[in-house]
């Protein structure tokens, strides 16, 4: 008789029962938070229509963004363009991105961030708050940096390394987003020019732009070999001399170097060869750390993978920075030495984000401690006067930062860094950094320039990192990194407007 | 004919004679703000119909399974309350003069099919007419398809539907019933003379010929549904109950196997050059990828269950419209399920889910106890078909699977899925029946 197959077929089907049950628990459980905050939700779209929404404030108390509800519909308006990439937009009509979107739920005050006050208010069923975000941000220093971009397209991301609070963030070129945001039946015409830009307004350029970075990732090939022990700060290469004017032979391809201005090439260890940003030396470094460890090295620094501003669950997104050909959402493996080579000065296949590398420059400064970047300070109860509300609802502190090379490694990239900013021949390519011309005396900054190629006729990409202040056993308050799309070399654009920015910045934060 | 008192049935019946007017009521406070009736009559009306199928059961001296109907009048009850709860311009029926709402349809043809159940369940004494006479069943299933083709129409993209003035007909649902039939006669008819032979390659072991022609035969008309009419839910149903039946029959792991790697294999096939069944599959995949666009009935659906979370939004409570559309398009039929488990929650769908659970383990029951194979493997198949059929919508809803257009037995709006529905309870239990009555002869002898 069927009655045994019967009961076999009996097992096979609460099996199947089972996994659907887990798939229904999945989505109204395990997923329910984070499909609560996007965008396109209907309940967002329906809470966005009518209910008014928090306002959102830089880190001195000033209004960046605030809501008024018109004709029944809730309307948005934004007070500093600079601030559009972070903040993003909330339209009724296209949805919204950036801050609007990740802490979407609390600025409409569907969720309390006190998880008992926010089932008291759904037993009782009461109307949703607005709450307001104060950011890490400062007004200050972001119209600053902004005003130093100007017209050029490019990025400037500015943190406290020692809690990864974003200072500032400005991606070039910025547009407004009122318009938008506001009546919906005219937002489409605004929209549609941002959309055929040629310039790509819409590209939130720090967090989602990949640029080739240059020599600026030789301050990541000279932590990462210090910490492994492949060099120490007096190593040298004995070929690495002749190579400079000759090219140094790898697999049959011949890397040279770049123009020194006049400088005789001699036996560098590293801070000269930072200073100089020798790509020959850097090639060396890099071979004798090997392919494997500087992969590795690359993925605790965050490379590889897509980085978050902020606690996970409410993020903004970085888009992956990669060093070679990613594979598999990860770096895949270099094609060979020669392209390790390249990698080690940053070239070949390498892309990144501004913020991928202030936080590189970030991890210096913190002592081989990479912190885990956010924007928002704290939620407040909602305030109508245009000034914060005391009541603090909750706080983003830092997450904790991670180690990534040891206090040791850090330190000797660091010296080799105010050496490349402030030494005889380091003056001569990174001069510019030095925040002692922008008005702060007896401090220095640590830096390194980067001029990444990219090939054919194009200008390069004008790049700088670094952070202050960097001298002897200083704490520093300030890391940055700065790029400019074909601003040229990293000395003639970006190291003058990082200079500025972190000078500008310790002149605030001691209050002048 | 003797009364047969089904207690069971009736205390397992008695709460639901409650909380369908209690969620009416529920409902109408919720969308109303106050009590005020609204269409309670409707819920009555539900009960009643359960109470009159349970009397009926009872009079006419009825021994078939007593879970069966309250299982099903639990299901039917959830769906009666959300079907009320949508609006009601969603569908409805207006002919013979008569303007009828969702639910009021909903309601009339859980009438009619609760008398075919009872006409088939008190009916038939002699399997005889289903036995003998499998290819003109064949034969009626390959006209139903054939006219689907020829005649249907397209709804949501897929052609499934033939209109006969007042009502259209879905054909696909009786095809279901017409082929499980036929299956079950020809499986009756030649397992014991194959289960022996056997044909090994490799670690494989091939159905002899009589079995694998059929199954490919069948395997085409699937494709066929797949390709031609763009309905992969009731594709993978057909052939998944086809399988169970023929596991059920042979016992053989490896001939379930072999129809899902054909099912698979055919599958990629139609995948490659069909542009529908890959926009089907890239929607699954990554739903959020166009989120407005091709992944909007999927992605809704799932924020939908996000909104349910464990309790649910409460009756009447959820976000079905907004600004004049409805949040998720065709939520009276493929995506009432999002609907019960946003208003009721994870605890509202778990229920839901259970009482599926129980029919179709009642009615594995009722096949281990048939008196004969064919009895057994048409129990087997009208089963598999039901409890397949809610797995892969609700699979779909939740992304498990690819989403699918068909409807949630019992809970979905649509004449045709609760008539075929209710044909297939009848025929359970009329099997149920047999196997007691003959339980009881057997002892009594």
């Known amino acids: 008789m069927i009655a045994t197959n019967v009961r076999r077929l009996g097992l096979y089907l609460m099996l199947s029962f089972a996994i659907v049950s887990g798939s229904i628990a999945w989505w109204q459980v395990v997923e329910a938070p984070q499909l609560a905050t996007r965008g396109d939700n209907p309940q967002v779209i329906a809470a966005r229509r009518s209910l008014p929404r928090g306002t959102i404030f830089d880190a001195s108390g000033q209004v960046l963004a605030s809501s008024d509800v018109i ?92 809690t990864g609070a974003i200072l500032a963030m400005v991606s070039t070129p910025t547009f407004d987003a009122t318009p938008i945001s506001g009546d919906p039946d005219v937002a489409q015409e605004p929209m549609d020019a941002l959309r055929n830009n040629a310039a790509e307004p819409l590209l939130p350029r720090a967090r989602q732009g990949l640029y080739v970075p240059g020599s600026i990732m030789k301050v990541f090939t000279a932590a990462a070999a210090l910490d492994a022990g492949a060099i120490t700060p007096d190593a040298t290469f004995p070929d690495q001399p002749r190579e400079e004017s000759e090219g140094f032979v790898v697999d049959g391809f011949t890397i040279r170097e770049h123009d020194l201005g006049g400088i005789a090439p001699a036996l560098w260890p590293l801070s000269p060869a930072l200073q100089v940003s020798s790509n020959i030396f850097f090639a060396h470094v890099g071979l004798a750390l090997g392919a494997e460890p500087f992969l590795a090295y690359a993925r605790q620094f965050g490379f590889c993978a897509p980085m978050e501003i902020g606690p996970s669950d409410r993020a903004l997104g970085v888009a992956a920075s990669y060093l070679t050909a ?25 892309q990144v984000t501004p913020v991928q590398m202030a936080l590189l420059a970030a991890a210096i400064a913190g002592d081989g401690v990479m912190p885990r970047p956010y924007v928002v300070r704290d939620v407040r109860a909602h305030s109508d006067a245009g000034t914060p509300s005391e009541t603090v609802l909750d706080t983003f502190g830092s997450g904790g930062g991670s180690r990534v090379v040891s206090t040791e490694a850090a330190r000797a990239t660091r010296i080799a860094m105010v050496d490349a900013v402030n030494g005889e021949l380091g003056r001569l390519f990174a001069g510019q950094g030095d925040i002692t011309l922008y008005g702060i005396s007896n401090q220095r900054a640590a830096g390194k320039t980067g001029t990444a190629q990219l090939g054919g006729e194009q200008a390069p990409h004008s790049w700088f990192i670094g952070f202050a202040p960097a001298q002897d056993e200083a704490v520093p308050q300030i890391a940055v990194a700065v790029l400019v799309e074909s601003g040229g070399s990293g000395s003639g654009r970006a190291a003058p407007i990082a200079g500025r920015v972190m000078a500008e910045w310790l002149r605030l934060a001691s209050g002048g | 004919m003797r009364i047969a008192w089904r207690g069971a049935e009736l205390r397992l019946l008695l709460p639901i004679f409650v909380l369908v007017p209690l969620g ?381 257009g068909i409807t949630l037995p019992f809970v979905s709006y649509g004449g045709s899925s609760v008539l075929a529905s209710f044909i297939m309870i009848g025929l359970l239990l009329a099997i149920s029946h047999k196997s007691a009555i003959g339980a009881d002869g057997d002892a009594g002898s």
Request: aromatic share 10%.
């Open chain 1, 326 to 350: 990613p594979l598999e959402g990860d770096c895949g493996p270099f094609t060979g030495d020669v392209e390790l080579a390249s990698a080690s000065f940053g070239q070949a296949a390498t």
């Open chain 2, 24 to 404: 009416f009521a529920i409902t109408n406070v919720a969308l109303t703000g106050a009590f005020d009736g609204g269409p309670l009559h409707l819920a009555i009306g539900y009960v009643a119909l359960l109470v009159g199928a349970h009397l009926l059961l009872v009079v006419l001296g009825h021994r078939g399974d007593q879970l069966i109907l309250p299982a099903v009048g639990a299901m039917g009850g959830i769906g009666m309350i959300m079907l009320n709860r949508l609006p009601q311009d969603l569908a409805g029926t207006s002919a013979f003069g008569i303007e009828l709402g969702m639910a009021a349809t909903q309601l009339l043809w859980f009438g009619v099919g609760m008398i075919a159940m009872l006409v088939i369940a008190v009916g038939l004494r002699d399997d005889g007419i289903l036995r003998h006479y499998k290819y003109s069943w064949a034969a009626a299933g390959i006209l139903l398809l054939g006219a689907t083709l020829l005649l249907g129409y397209e709804v949501n993209g897929a052609r499934l539907w033939i209109d006969l003035g007042p009502v259209s007909v879905q054909p696909g649902e009786f095809l279901k019933i017409v082929l499980v039939i036929f299956i079950a006669s020809y499986l009756a008819e030649t397992r014991t003379l194959l289960t022996s032979a056997r044909l090994r390659i490799g670690f494989l072991s091939i159905p002899p010929l009589p079995y694998f022609l059929p199954m490919l035969a069948l395997f085409a008309v699937v494709m066929l549904i797949v390709v031609r009419l763009n309905d992969l839910g009731t594709a993978l149903l057909f052939f998944g109950t086809f399988l169970t039946m023929l596991f059920v029959a042979t016992g053989r792991r490896s001939y379930v196997l072999i129809g899902l790697i054909l099912f698979v294999v055919g599958f990629t096939v139609a995948y490659q050059f069909f542009g529908h069944v890959q926009i089907r599959v890239d929607i699954w995949l990554d739903p959020f990828a166009d989120p407005l666009g091709a992944g909007f009935q999927p992605v809704r659906a799932l924020y939908a269950l996000g909104r349910g979370g464990i309790f649910g939004e409460g009756l009447g409570q959820g976000l079905v419209t907004l600004g004049g559309g409805l949040t998720i398009p065709y939520v009276h039929t493929d995506f009432i399920f999002t609907a019960v488990a946003e208003e009721l929650g994870l605890l509202g769908a778990f229920a839901l889910l259970g009482f599926a659970a129980v029919l179709v383990f009642r009615g594995l029951r009722i096949a281990a106890l048939a008196r004969d194979d064919f009895s057994g493997l048409l129990a087997v198949g009208l089963t598999a078909s039901l409890g397949l059929q809610t797995l892969i919508i609700i699979g779909g809803n939740t992304k498990l699977i690819p989403l699918t």
């Open chain 1, 71 to 162: 004709d029944g519909l809730s309307r948005r308006t934004y007070t500093d363009t600079a601030f559009t990439h972070v903040i993003g937009y909330s339209s009724l009509r296209f949805g919204s991105t950036g801050i609007e979107r990740s802490y979407e739920d609390i600025l409409v005050g569907q969720t309390d961030p006190n998880p008992i006050r926010e089932l008291v208010g759904d037993v009782l069923n009461r109307q949703p708050e607005p709450r307001d975000l104060v950011l890490t941000l400062d007004r200050r220093l972001q119209d600053f940096a902004a005003a130093e971009l100007g017209g050029d397209a490019g990025a400037v991301v500015a943190l406290d390394p020692a």
